[in-house]
């Protein structure tokens, strides 16, 4: 079965760094990329940035660049998202998704997804 | 803001059809293929409509997809209670160079 398996939970205080992570099963994990999209509390989706996992390349969105950083480590098929010193605007479920069985910037399979709460 | 625009809210009764819009630029929608997603409550989103107008396998051939210059539209045939859910289009945009997604509109059943 192909998914994606996000970490659990976290809860942090501001100021704290964090790394979350999203490991792909039952696919070339190399082959498609990883996508990063947060929705904030009662709000709507956002396309954070992405990575190939062949090579680590990333893009991210203008919004989110220089905020977050996405990595890879492609011999345990696991993508991260890290935040160096959070804030309480990044409380937010963040969800990883890959486009595998379609064509284009579209994503097919999604991760669960992982709540960050930060507060102090 | 969003980049891409859509409403916030649409409604129908059982059995009715409902069309939800998506406007863009020639940057993202008027260059790119246009993707719909699907928001159950307290779930992920999934992919209900990719490449404009296709289905992923699964996908009741009751949402459709359409596009025309720099807007896209999501139709709903036949609806149904378990249709209740935000529903967001996407595209690439080139300006921009990453992905972009309309702000969700909420679908009532009434």
């Known amino acids: 079965e192909v998914q994606l398996v996000q970490s659990g939970a976290e809860v942090k205080k501001p100021g704290e760094s964090l790394r979350i992570s999203c490991k792909g099963s039952?696919?070339?994990?190399?082959?498609?990329?990883i996508n990063w999209v947060r929705q904030m509390p009662g709000k709507g989706l956002e396309w954070m940035g992405r990575?190939?996992?062949?090579?680590?390349?990333?893009n991210y969105s203008p919004s989110f660049q220089g905020h977050v950083t996405i990595s890879a480590d492609k011999s345990i098929s696991t993508a991260y998202l890290q935040w160096s010193s959070l804030k309480a605007s990044d409380t937010a479920m963040y969800y990883c998704a890959s486009g595998i069985a379609v064509a284009g910037s579209s994503m097919d399979v999604w991760g669960k997804g992982t709540t960050v709460t930060v507060s102090s | 803001q969003s980049v891409l625009t859509q409403p916030p809210s649409a409604s129908g009764t059982p059995g009715q059809s409902v069309t939800i819009s998506c406007s863009g630029s020639?940057?993202?929608?008027?260059?790119?293929?246009v993707n719909w997603y699907q928001q159950l409550p307290g779930t992920a989103p999934k992919l209900l409509i990719y490449s404009n107008n296709q289905r992923p396998s699964g996908v009741p051939d009751r949402f459709s997809g359409s596009k025309s210059g720099t807007s896209a539209s999501l139709a709903i045939s036949g609806l149904q209670s378990e249709d209740e859910a935000d529903y967001y289009c996407?595209?690439?945009?080139?300006?921009?160079?990453?992905?972009?997604f309309g702000g969700g509109t909420k679908l009532t059943v009434l």
């Open positions: 039952g696919y070339s994990f190399t082959s498609y990329w």
């Open positions: 020639s940057s993202n929608i008027g260059s790119k293929t």
């Open positions: 990575i190939d996992p062949s090579d680590s390349y990333t």
């Open positions: 996407a595209a690439w945009d080139d300006s921009l160079n990453g992905v972009v």
